[in-house]
């Protein structure tokens, strides 16, 4: 018996509960992550990504540490901002300018603070590195994987901010293939929102039942559809035809679009 999920059905409908203390782990000392989905050396053949959502990793960084120069290939990668300061470089910036002159002698850099949202089309390569900016508290957020519609493409940053004023009480669109809504635009066949609710703020949204929707819980609490969920637990929802966000108390949401495959 899968004891990771508990599940939640009416005559047409199931809403599937992936506990926040049943998710893979791993610690460097410096890094301690908790991973919704098979990821480094956490593998388990249930959790292999939900659709075209292949990674979604809690991360917590110490102060001034962070993850040194490193590749990437055909992969979009969303950055969500909890709290804290991360820091980034990467080597978009060497190529030469349109004007002819000579690259920058070295990386730029950028900061992401709470309630920014970095896209990463890694494309056909590129390298980074991500550290926390700060040197006094640590900083977390979540790193979001997705499937990208094309490979072999230009690798290119986005990133935009997001107010906890325009998210609160409501879902607000931060992700999606074509960056509607003002949202960063993705390489990939999927659409993320991001809310904030708290006592009586509700959320309703209709859902695309040929389709895949995910609930992520960052924090908090949230009932999703009825069923409570806790800081960290994931619902995987088949069959509803709508999503009824209510009851939370200090709660930051993702919610997720995705295709098949």
Not at 10 to 34: F, K, P
Not at 103 to 129: E, F, K, N, Y
Not at 190 to 200: K, N, P, Q, R, Y
Not at 222 to 239: F, I, T
């Amino acid at each position: 018996m899968d004891t990771s999920f508990s599940q939640h059905q009416d005559t047409l409908t199931v809403i599937t509960v992936r506990a926040a203390s049943d998710r893979g782990r791993s610690s460097t000392g410096w890094l301690h992550s908790a991973h919704s989905f098979s990821f480094g050396s956490y593998f388990d053949l249930r959790h292999q990504g939900h659709g075209n959502l292949q990674v979604l990793n809690d991360d917590t960084v110490a102060p001034g540490q962070g993850f040194g120069n490193h590749g990437h290939r055909d992969m979009e990668i969303v950055s969500y901002m909890l709290s804290g300061a991360l820091a980034h470089q990467d080597n978009l910036a060497q190529r030469s300018p349109a004007d002819g002159s000579a690259p920058a002698p070295t990386p730029p850099t950028g900061i992401l603070r709470p309630g920014d949202v970095q896209r990463m089309s890694a494309g056909w390569g590129v390298q980074h590195s991500e550290f926390n900016a700060l040197q006094d508290q640590d900083t977390h957020f979540l790193q979001i994987w997705f499937k990208p519609l094309f490979t072999g493409i230009r690798p290119s940053y986005e990133q935009k901010h997001f107010p906890a004023t325009d998210r609160r009480g409501r879902l607000v669109r931060i992700a999606s293939r074509k960056g509607v809504e003002g949202s960063v635009s993705m390489n990939a066949d999927a659409s993320v929102w991001a809310g904030l609710f708290d006592g009586h703020e509700t959320a309703t949204q209709v859902l695309n039942t040929e389709r895949l929707t995910y609930v992520h819980l960052a924090r908090g609490m949230l009932q999703v559809n009825g069923v409570p969920l806790a800081g960290g637990d994931g619902a995987l929802l088949d069959g509803e035809h709508q999503l009824v966000l209510s009851g939370g108390v200090q709660a930051e949401v993702l919610v997720f679009d995705l295709a098949h495959k």
